[in-house]
Every structure is written in C-alpha cells, then in structure tokens.
C-alpha cells in the first residue's frame, strides 16, 4: 500500500488563517457557512494550537495568533449554491457585509462579508458560463461597468490608508 500525497477530504491547497481568537472564529464559520469542525487542539498555555474545519469539500486550518504579531486577516473565496442566501446567513452570524451580491460581467454574483474577527470572505455563485469574447464584451458594458465600479470602491479595511514608498 502506497501512502498518498494528499491526504483524503484535503486539496492541493488548504488556507490557513491566523486568529485572534480561534474558537470565535470557528463559531462563526459553523453559523455562517455550516462549517464542520474536524480538529481542535489547545497548547500548553491555553491557545489553539492548530483546529480545522470543513466548509464544503474544502479543508480551512487556524490556529490563534501571538499576542506580539500583526493582525492577518485572511481573505477566502466560497463557491456555494446561493450567494445571496449565504451572504445573508453570514451577516445574520454577525458578519458584516462589505458588498451586497451583484452580478459581475464574468458570470458570477459576488458579495463580500467581513467576519467579527476581520476576514473577509468573497460569497460567489456562477450563474453563467461565458466565453472570453463575451467577457470582454461586457466590460464595456454600462451595467457591468458600474457593477464592477461599486465592488472595486468597496474599502477592506475602514480606517487604514494605502501607503506608498
């Protein structure tokens, strides 16, 4: 028997996030997106030294933060049956929206939720299945422009400004 090079139930890619507080960050995630939780484990000092859950058929990773390191939030994009349903229910979880779903000119509704720790997550759903001519067609199209214009003006981070060198 040969042993695999990814383990089952995992990807090729797993995101991992740093958190200020894991076990609030896995409560949201089960309320917000049906999260399932597979692992938890507690350090020596308390902290969650490595937990995962499952959202879907992908794997997210976590574990709490040190005190003495900058805030990283994560960024994480879900593909689900209904974006607008899942952007609700993660708002309702105490999330806060970023974007309401919209329809984008590449053939998905798109919305942003914040969690109360600070990832963000892009709620997507594919309505449309468009070749690259009809892309590009549409990014010339006053619609899709404005949509695109009002998820782009969307600030991540209220608050912080971009600094330049």
């Known amino acids: 028997m040969s042993v695999k090079p990814v383990p089952h139930g995992y ?3 797993t995101p991992w996030i740093i ?3 894991t076990v609030q960050l ?3 995630m089960k309320r917000a997106f049906g999260a399932e939780e597979i692992a938890c484990l507690v350090g ?7 937990a995962e859950v499952r959202i879907g058929d992908s794997v997210v990773m976590m574990f709490d933060a ?18 607008d349903a899942v ?3 993660a708002v309702a979880a105490g999330g806060t929206s970023v974007t309401e ?15 109360p720790l600070g990832n963000l997550y892009w709620i997507q759903t594919r309505v449309e299945d468009l070749n690259p001519q009809e892309m590009e067609r549409r990014l010339d199209d006053p619609e899709f422009t404005k949509a695109m214009e009002y998820v782009q ?9 971009c600094v330049s060198d």
């Open 101 to 115: 779903v919209t329809h984008l000119f590449f053939g998905d509704r798109v919305g942003r939720v914040r969690d």
């Open 19 to 21: 958190s200020r507080d």
């Open 66 to 83: 040190r005190p003495e390191w900058p805030p990283t939030p994560g960024f994480l994009r879900l593909y689900v049956e209904d974006a």
């Open 11 to 13: 990807s090729t890619v």
């Open 44 to 50: 020596k000092d308390g902290s969650i030294a490595h």
């Open 26 to 28: 896995i409560d949201y």
């Open 153 to 161: 003006s969307a600030d991540f981070f209220p608050g912080r400004a």
């Open 87 to 89: 952007h609700r229910q």
